[in-house]
DNA sequence: TTGTAAGCGTTATCAG
DNA sequence: CTGATAACGCTTACAA
C-alpha cells in the first residue's frame, strides 16, 4: 500500500506538503501542487481514510435511523439525505429500528463510540434516551419531532395538512369522516388529530370517538381498522388514513367489504409514495415533499457539525393532491 | 475523552493488558479481567473506534449498492443483510446507483479508500468495472449476477421462476401471455426471459417477439408497457410483469381500458412485495425469500473476508403465490 | 511556502 | 500472563 511517504519521496517534498496539497490546496505553490498531484497520480496513491478519520477524529460519517426502510415513504427521505451527503463528502449508516423497539438505544452506542459524527433521527421511539446518552452530539429530527424540541426538526405543519384533508372530505359532503390514526404517542399523530378535529368542529359536527382508531402506517393495520371501522352499524362515508401504506390496506379492506371506493367510501392517504397514484382508483393524499425534507435535514446536520449558525426548525410545505379515491358521498344502505 | 491509558492507570496493569482484556478475554487472568473492566466501567471508557480501525486496518463496515432504494423488493434484501451485519457486528453503508448509473464507478472508489471491507452488490452496473478496481476486495452478488460470475452470488432461479409463472398461466388456459422484460442486457433478464420462452415452447406455443417488452421495473414502465400490450389489435389475455411494482403499474393502465383483471387480463408480478396481497385484486406473483437473501449474501461476504472455505453460489427456493389476479381467459371481443 | 517532528489511541511484537 | 515499546498513516503546530 503506497502511503503518503512514498508521495513525498517521489514528489522531492515533505510529508507534511503532501498531505496540505491535498487537502488545502491553496496552502502550497502551484507547482508544488502540481508535482505532487503527478507523484500521486505516478503511484496510485489512494488515501488512507482510517488514519485520515483517526487523526482528524471524526469519521464524516452520520447515522440515519428509521423506523421502517420497507416504507417507500422513508425510502425517498433517505435518498434526499444520501445524496445530500454524497455531495459534502459524508457516508451514511442506516440503522433499522423498528425490529426491536429497544434499537434505537443500540444504535446510540454508535455515537459513542464515535462510528457517526452526527444522526437523523426519522423516529422518536427512544430518542431521549439517545439524546441523554448523547449530549452535545449534533441530532436533526426528521418528520417527527417532540413537543419541546431538543434539536433542530424538519417537517411539514402536520396540523394543517390533516385539517386540508378532512376539509377536502367536508367539501365534498361528508359528515361522517373517520381517521386512521398513526401511533398515538408520538407528537405527530397528535398533531394530525388535532387537525382532523378542528377540521371537524369548524364545520360544527361533533367528534365521535369511536370514528378515531389507530394503527402503526403498515397496510395490515389499515386493513384491520377499515374491516373495524366498516363493521359499523353507521360505517363512516369517507376515512382518512395516516399513511398511504395504510390507506392501501383500506382499500383492500373496502373491496372485500363490498365497498366501492369512492362511490361508498372516500379515501385519503398521507405521504404520497409512489405507488398512490398508480393505485384504482388513484389515491387522494397529503403530498410531503419527501427528498426535501430529507436534504434539508443533512443541511442543518451540516450546519451543527460545523457548529456555526444557531440552527433553527424547518417547516416545509406540503400539499394536498386531489386524485380519484375522493368523491361526493352517495347516500345509500 | 478517556483512553485505554485512563483505564490502564486506574486498574494498575498495561495499555497492553487493557487492550487484550477487552479484546481477547482469554488471554488474561479472570482477576485481571475482572479488573480492568471495573476500571472502564468506573470511569466510563469506550473505545475509539475510529483508533482500532486504523491500527486493525479492517472497518467492520460493508458497502450495500443497491438500484433503487423504493423498491419495497430490495427494502427487505437490505433489512436481512442489515440484521445479519448487526449481529455479527459489522456497520452498513449504503449507495444507490439509479440515480447516475456512473455511481457505481465512484462506489467503487469506497474500497479503495478503505471505508469498508467488503460490498454486496445488488445490481450489476457497472460491476466489472467496480471488481477491476477492486481487485481480491470481498465482493458478493445478490439478486444480480454475471453470466460467469467473478464472486459468490446469491440469487433464486430466475429460469425456472418465470417457467413456473407462465406455466401456472399456461394451466389456467391463456396462450397469449406477454412478457414485461426488466432491462435486457442484465442476465436476470435473460434467465427469465428464457424461462418465459421455454415454457411456451414446451406447451407448443409459438413466441411472438411482439408479446415481449421491456421495462426498468418501476411502475411507470409497467404502465407503459401495459398501455402499449392492450393497444394491440390482439392484445394478451395475460402478462406476466418481471417485478410487482411494474405489475402494479399494469393494473393501473388496465383499469385505465376499461379492462379487468383477471376476467379480461390475467396477471403475475415478480418479487412478492409487501403491496401484492393488499392490491384489488391481490396480485399472483413469484415469492423470493428476501431477507434470506440479504442474510445469505452478508454470510457470504463473512466468509469471504475471513477468507476461510472456498464460498459458492447460493441459490435459494422461490414461490409461486397465486392470488386473485389470475383467472382463465374468458373469450371475448 | 516548506520542513521537522510530535502525536492521535490502539494493537502487535517481543521480552520478561 | 504481563509490560514496555514500536508502529499504523496522517495532520498540524512550530520553526526555518
Redesign the interface.
Known sequence: MTTIKDVAALAGVSTATVSRALSQPDKVTEETRERVLQAVKSCGY??????R??RR?R?E?ILVLVPD??N?FF??I??GI??CAQQHNY??????TD?GRAEAESYAG?M????ADGAILLSVDGVENFIADNTNIPVVLACEYLPVSPCPTVRIDNTQAAEDAVAHLLELGHRRIAYINGPAASPLSIDRLRGYRSALQSAGITVEQELIVQGDYS?ESG?ACAKQLLAMVTPPSAIFAASD?MA??V??AA?ECGCRIPEDLSLVGFDDI??A????P?LTTIHQPRELIGSTAMQQLLLLLDDTTPQQDSVLEHQLVIRESTGRPTRKL
Open positions: 489512494k488515501m488512507n481514510t482510517a488514519a478519520q483517526f477524529q469519521t460519517t426502510i420497507g417507500p425510502s425517498n433517505i435518498q444520501e445524496s457516508r451514511v449508516i442506516l440503522g433499522e425490529t454508535y459513542r463510540q464515535q462510528h397496510p386493513y401504506p392501501i390496506g382499500m383492500r373491496g409512489r405507488f397514484e398508480f393505485m384504482t388513484s
